[in-house]
Nanobody, 115 residues
Framework: QVQLVESGGGLVQAGGSLRLSCASS????????MGWYRQAPGKQRELVAS???????NYADFVKGRFSISRDNAKNTVSLQMNSLKPEDTGVYYC?????????WGQGTQVTVSS
């Protein structure tokens, strides 16, 4: 069974940077969209950024200009570079891969931004 493993979360001061990475434990056939979501305490999970198989990116308004998503199609990995972090960026960040027949989620990685 394919699993997604996220890494790169942690504690950082406001204004700092973190880079999240996500890799699959096995092969995934016909990957379409890869993305990152986050869930803050007491809030619903929300889209942060996504990238299509052709490289088209989509960002939530609250991260535009600060975050950058990228993918490596050969390795089936997706990364999220987060700059100028704010305390409101705190939450659990989840990797998501949408393939032709299935959608996969990682277990999440905690990002905490202190003021």
């Amino acid at each position: 069974q394919v699993q997604l493993v996220e890494s790169g979360g942690g504690l950082v001061q406001a204004g700092g940077s973190l880079r999240l990475s996500c890799a699959s434990s096995g092969s995934i056939f016909s990957i379409n969209v890869m993305g990152w979501y986050r869930q803050a305490p007491g809030k619903q999970r929300e889209l942060v950024a996504s990238i299509s198989s052709g490289g088209n990116t989509n960002y939530a308004d609250f991260v535009k200009g600060r975050f950058s998503i990228s993918r490596d199609n050969a390795k089936n990995t997706v990364s999220l570079q987060m700059n100028s972090l704010k305390p409101e960026d705190t939450g659990v960040y989840y990797c998501n891969i949408v393939a032709r027949f299935s959608s996969y989620w990682g277990q999440g990685t905690q990002v905490t931004v202190s003021s």
